[in-house]
Nanobody, 122 residues
Framework: QVQLVESGGGWVQAGDSLRLACAAF????????MGWFRQAPGKEREFVAA????????RYADSVKGRFTISRDNAKNTVYLQMNSLKPEDTAVYYC???????????????WGQGTQVTVSS
C-alpha cells in the first residue's frame, strides 16, 4: 500500500510563488513516476506535471510550462511542485499521484493523495 500526503497549499496573490510537496509512504517502488494534477470547482481534474522517479525526465501541461517546476528527492521519497508567477486561473485543489508511467492521463496513476488547496487572488 502506498500513501501520498500533499502539503504546501495556501492562499496567495497573483504573481506570488508556492511550493507543494508530496511525501510517499509505504511500499513505494523505485520505478514509480509521480504526477501532479489539479481540479478547479466545476471542472474536471487536469494534468499539471509529471516526473520519472529514477530518471528525472519531466513533462508539463502547456498552461504551466515556464512557470511550474517538478522535482524529486529520492532520499526523502518526496516530490515537489514549485509554482511561480501564479495566476487566478491556477486556483484549484492540487493532487499528487503515483504510477508506473510519467503520463498526462489520470488512468495512468494507481495511487492518489488527498489534495491540497491553492487559491490565487487577483
Amino acid at each position: 500500500q502506498v500513501q501520498l500526503v500533499e502539503s504546501g497549499g495556501g492562499w496567495v496573490q497573483a504573481g506570488d510563488s508556492l511550493r507543494l510537496a508530496c511525501a510517499a509512504f509505504g511500499r513505494t517502488r523505485s520505478s514509480y513516476a509521480m504526477g501532479w494534477f489539479r481540479q478547479a470547482p466545476g471542472k474536471e481534474r487536469e494534468f499539471v506535471a509529471a516526473i520519472r522517479w529514477s530518471g528525472g525526465s519531466t513533462r508539463y501541461a502547456d498552461s504551466v510550462k515556464g512557470r511550474f517546476t517538478i522535482s524529486r528527492d529520492n532520499a526523502k521519497n518526496t516530490v515537489y511542485l514549485q509554482m511561480n508567477s501564479l495566476k487566478p486561473e491556477d486556483t484549484a485543489v492540487y493532487y499528487c499521484a503515483a504510477g508506473p508511467l510519467a503520463a498526462s492521463t489520470i488512468t495512468a496513476y494507481e495511487h492518489w493523495g488527498q489534495g491540497t488547496q491553492v487559491t490565487v487572488s487577483s
